[in-house]
T-cell receptor, first 112, second 113 residues
Framework: QKEVEQNSGPLSVPEGAIASLNCTYS??????FFWYRQYSGKSPELIMS????GDKEDGRFTAQLNKASQYVSLLIRDSQPSDSATYLC????????????FGAGTRLFVKA | DTGVSQNPRHKITKRGQNVTFRCDPI?????LYWYRQTLGQGPEFLTY????????KSRLLSDRFSAERPKGSFSTLEIQRTEQGDSAMYLC???????????FGPGTRLTVT
């Protein structure tokens, strides 16, 4: 079992729709959770961080965390073609450690 | 503030040669991380510094890899006796004390021929 799992996609949504990206993790002690966006040939760019159960909203992005289910998700509202990228879920290993584990990413295509 | 910078951006080397990469973190960030990323995969953790102390190193790293951060500012990653399997994007990231949000540099793309 991979430590952080994501559906590789591609996930294709029409412009203006809601894109839903999901991630599961294996370490129950994990404390910090992140979503990064990575355009082809570029480095990852931090979009959201979430530390406690529930929802966290920032503009068109909403991160959701359910520690009991070991599940993190990212919703992108009003998807735009410029949102087309690979979205990486990252999980910090927990207290006393700073190692961050990344999933392999989900490729998102937003069709104009 | 300026972002994380990495040099060189691209490096082509022959198998068996040594290479060194440099990372300059965001100035007020005391934590620095190195990752390796290959096509279709997420970044793979290599090592982590808090100030000048190297606190964690991946078991995946062989003895051919070494990293330093001598004055708690910039860091270098050296790969000795490069192999074709070392071809990848090498990413550096930094973060503030007590925060885990990491900000990445543009990366150094290594090609071993």
């Amino acid at each position: 079992q991979k430590e952080v799992e994501q559906n590789s996609g591609p996930l294709s949504v029409p412009e203006g729709a809601i894109a839903s990206l999901n991630c599961t993790y294996s370490d129950r002690g994990s404390q910090s959770f992140f979503w990064y966006r990575q355009y082809s040939g570029k480095s990852p760019e931090l979009i959201m961080s979430i530390y406690s159960n529930g929802d966290k909203e920032d503009g068109r992005f909403t991160a959701q965390l359910n520690k009991a289910s070991q599940y993190v998700s990212l919703l992108i509202r009003d998807s735009q073609p410029s949102d087309s990228a690979t979205y990486l879920c990252a999980v910090n290993k927990g207290t006393g450690g700073f190692k961050t584990i990344f999933g392999a990413g989900t490729r998102l295509f937003v069709k104009a | 503030d300026t972002g994380v910078s990495q040099n060189p951006r691209h490096k082509i080397t022959k198998r068996g040669q040594n290479v060194t990469f440099r990372c300059d973190p965001i100035s007020e960030h005391n934590r620095l991380y190195w990752y390796r990323q290959t096509l279709g995969q997420g970044p793979e953790f290599l090592t982590y510094f808090q100030n000048e102390a190297q606190l964690e190193k991946s078991r995946l790293l062989s003895d051919r890899f070494s990293a330093e951060r001598p004055k708690g500012s910039f860091s270098t990653l050296e790969i000795q006796r490069t192999e074709q399997g070392d071809s990848a994007m090498y990413l550096c990231a930094s973060s503030r004390q007590a925060l885990y949000e990491q900000y990445f540099g543009p990366g150094t793309r290594l090609t071993v021929t």
